[in-house]
């Protein structure tokens, strides 16, 4: 089964338009890491936001933001005021469990591709 | 820049070649992660080393190996190479926060 999931193979957006990226998870763990990262054309990895189990509030990196819903077991990522800079590829992982010496890998969605329209 | 660093950036080589790709963690992360990023399979976990051992293994084909050293640079070892390695790979860093995996630019590599 997929531990992370994201529907959305991709996206459009309008410059300057708010745009939200879904991802669900499944874990049985109740001490897990949720993250994003940004990958342009360029290849490389960019981590945008982080959000971690336990934490009471949403987290949020300027114009990310992320839309925890634990019940639901979502996490999706929002980013304001879109730019033609945010075209890219968008990952949703999972770490899980934390503080696991036995390793701290990431789990990867299969990842949303975002186009910013002028 | 995320502090961490990857050799070659570029790499294209024969089928049933042997090469290395080389990490640098960013300073003072004692964990390093490698993944393979490739078309039909998306981002894989292959294995992680922490403070010299092997902390975690995923799917890590036994033609791979992996190796990190004193200094904590690692390096990772793709042998009997086919058309199908051909993908990007990335090395990942981490230090003791739960909230942070970097990622180095990668290395492309191309298996002709």
């Known amino acids: 089964a997929q531990k992370i999931t994201q529907t959305q193979p991709g996206m459009f957006v309008q410059e300057k338009e708010a745009v939200t990226l879904d991802c669900t998870y499944d874990?049985?763990?109740?001490?897990?890491?949720l993250f994003w990262y940004k990958q342009p054309s360029s290849g490389e990895m960019i981590f945008l936001i982080y959000?971690?189990?336990?934490?009471?509030q949403n987290a949020t990196e300027g114009r990310y933001s992320l839309n925890f819903q634990k019940a639901r077991k979502s996490a999706n990522l929002v980013i304001s005021a879109s730019q033609l800079g945010d075209s890219a590829m968008y990952f949703c992982?999972?770490?899980?469990?934390?503080?696991?010496?036995?390793?701290?890998?990431?789990?990867f969605g299969g990842g949303t591709r975002l186009m910013v329209k002028p | 820049d995320s502090g961490v660093t990857q050799t070659p950036k570029h790499l294209i080589t024969a089928t049933g070649q042997r090469v290395t790709l080389r990490c640098s963690p960013r300073?003072?992360?004692?964990?390093v992660y490698w993944y393979q990023q490739s078309l039909d399979q998306g981002l894989q976990f292959l294995i992680q080393?922490?403070?010299?051992?092997?902390?975690a293994k995923g799917n890590i084909l036994e033609r791979f190996s992996a190796q990190q050293f004193p200094d904590l640079h690692s390096e990772l070892n793709l042998s009997s190479l086919e058309l199908g390695d051909s993908a990007l790979y990335f090395c990942?860093?981490?230090?003791?926060?739960?909230?942070?995996?970097?990622f180095g630019p990668g290395t492309r590599l191309t298996v002709l």
């Open positions: 300073s003072g992360d004692l964990s």
């Open positions: 874990t049985s763990d109740p001490s897990y890491g």
């Open positions: 990942a860093s981490s230090g003791s926060l739960e909230n942070e995996q970097f």
């Open positions: 080393y922490y403070n010299g051992e092997e902390r």
């Open positions: 959000q971690g189990s336990y934490d009471q």
């Open positions: 992982a999972m770490r899980e469990p934390l503080n696991n010496n036995a390793g701290n890998m990431l789990t």
